[in-house]
């Protein structure tokens, strides 16, 4: 087992597990937080990019260049969706549902590489849909519109987004994180940039430029270089189990900072999604282990 991105991976989760908190600081909407981000993670990374010499050596294979910016694309629209939730509904409930994740790979696994997927997988996927809908609460089921507004469908389609970009990223191999991240954050730029409202930097604090710029070198520079350097080193299953420090982290934080306090029926959900979320990535090594036995 690589170690070294092993750590990479955890570091790199645990960081991201504070984007919530980040965020709700930042005083500015999704789109322009993801465009700021976009910008400070091509500099960062170009930065270190030129520094290291790593450009001298990249080999620009076509096929990977464009599978790349497939990437590059659901990894913008992962971050606009999550921070839209995060705008209507506590982070401990996004996350947890934006952590629904792993469950989609399962499913694109199946559709698109014909991978077997058993009875117990579909119990998981049931038993985190149940989950996801007791921790939106019943309250906001009553009405379409109450549905719309709790959030739900912004750190849904987060999740699924999130989904594509391990999906898609795990089979990378030719560039490097460099070159992998830098291509995806210039690719924001040009995306956000017709849709930003500048008009919303107006009377920011220091404290709200403060967590725009850790958001963009740590959450977005930093942590997606470890994040991508370390997904093609390790088997799904590593990383799927590792990317539990996230949502671990950032419940901790909504509790202890935010004083989020979740109702019994939200609770409930958060056990649902990560019981469920826990067999589909622990049973596979189970399974693996008893037959190497």
Same mark, same amino acid.
């Given at each position: 087992?690589?170690?070294?991105?092993?750590?990479?991976?955890?570091? %790199?989760?645990?960081?991201?597990?504070?984007?919530?908190?980040?965020?709700? /600081?930042?005083?500015?909407?999704?789109?322009?937080?993801? *465009?700021?981000?976009?910008?400070?993670?091509?500099? *960062?990374?170009?930065?270190?990019?030129?520094?290291?010499?790593?450009?001298?050596?990249?080999?620009?294979?076509?096929?990977? $260049?464009?599978?790349?910016?497939?990437?590059?694309? @659901?990894?913008?629209? /992962?971050?606009?969706?999550?921070?839209?939730?995060?705008?209507?509904?506590?982070? %401990? $409930?996004?996350?947890?549902?934006? /952590?629904?994740? +792993?469950?989609?790979?399962?499913?694109?696994?199946? #559709?698109?590489?014909?991978?077997?997927?058993?009875?117990? /997988?579909?119990?998981?996927?049931?038993?985190?849909? #149940?989950?996801?809908? @007791?921790?939106?609460?019943?309250?906001?089921?009553?009405?379409?519109?109450?549905?719309?507004?709790?959030?739900?469908?912004?750190?849904?389609?987060?999740?699924?987004?999130?989904?594509?970009?391990?999906?898609?990223?795990?089979?990378?191999?030719? !560039?490097?994180?460099?070159?992998?991240?830098?291509?995806? =954050?210039?690719?924001?730029?040009?995306?956000?940039?017709?849709?930003?409202?500048? =008009?919303?930097?107006?009377?920011?604090? %220091?404290?709200?430029?403060?967590?725009?710029?850790? =958001?963009?070198?740590?959450?977005?520079?930093?942590?997606?270089?470890?994040?991508?350097?370390?997904?093609?080193?390790? +088997?799904?299953?590593?990383? %799927? &189990?590792?990317?539990?420090?996230?949502? &671990?982290?950032?419940?901790?934080?909504?509790? &202890?900072? !935010?004083?989020?306090?979740?109702?019994?029926?939200?609770?409930?959900?958060? !056990? *649902?999604?990560?019981?469920?979320?826990?067999?589909?990535? !622990?049973?596979?090594?189970?399974?693996?282990?008893?037959?190497?036995?």
């Amino acid at each position: 087992m690589n170690v070294s991105a092993m750590i990479k991976l955890s570091v %790199s989760m645990a960081i991201f597990g504070s984007i919530g908190l980040f965020t709700v /600081n930042t005083g500015i909407p999704a789109v322009e937080l993801v *465009f700021v981000r976009c910008i400070c993670a091509t500099l *960062f990374l170009g930065g270190l990019w030129l520094l290291t010499g790593g450009h001298k050596t990249e080999v620009w294979d076509r096929k990977e $260049v464009l599978q790349t910016l497939f990437c590059g694309i @659901f990894l913008v629209l /992962n971050w606009v969706f999550l921070f839209k939730a995060f705008e209507e509904m506590s982070i %401990s $409930v996004a996350i947890s549902i934006y /952590n629904l994740a +792993p469950i989609f790979v399962v499913m694109l696994g199946a #559709v698109l590489l014909k991978e077997h997927i058993t009875i117990g /997988n579909i119990l998981a996927i049931i038993i985190c849909f #149940v989950g996801s809908v @007791f921790i939106v609460g019943m309250e906001h089921l009553h009405s379409i519109e109450a549905f719309m507004n709790s959030g739900f469908i912004w750190a849904m389609l987060s999740a699924i987004c999130y989904a594509l970009t391990m999906f898609l990223s795990k089979t990378l191999k030719g !560039l490097s994180p460099y070159a992998t991240t830098f291509v995806q =954050t210039a690719l924001g730029i040009l995306i956000l940039l017709p849709m930003c409202d500048f =008009t919303v930097f107006h009377g920011l604090t %220091s404290t709200n430029i403060m967590f725009i710029v850790g =958001t963009g070198i740590i959450h977005t520079g930093f942590v997606y270089y470890l994040f991508f350097d370390s997904i093609r080193k390790l +088997p799904t299953i590593i990383v %799927s &189990v590792l990317t539990f420090l996230d949502p &671990v982290v950032a419940i901790l934080l909504d509790m &202890v900072i !935010l004083d989020f306090r979740p109702s019994l029926l939200q609770t409930l959900g958060i !056990l *649902f999604i990560f019981g469920g979320i826990s067999y589909t990535v !622990l049973k596979p090594r189970k399974y693996t282990q008893e037959k190497l036995a």
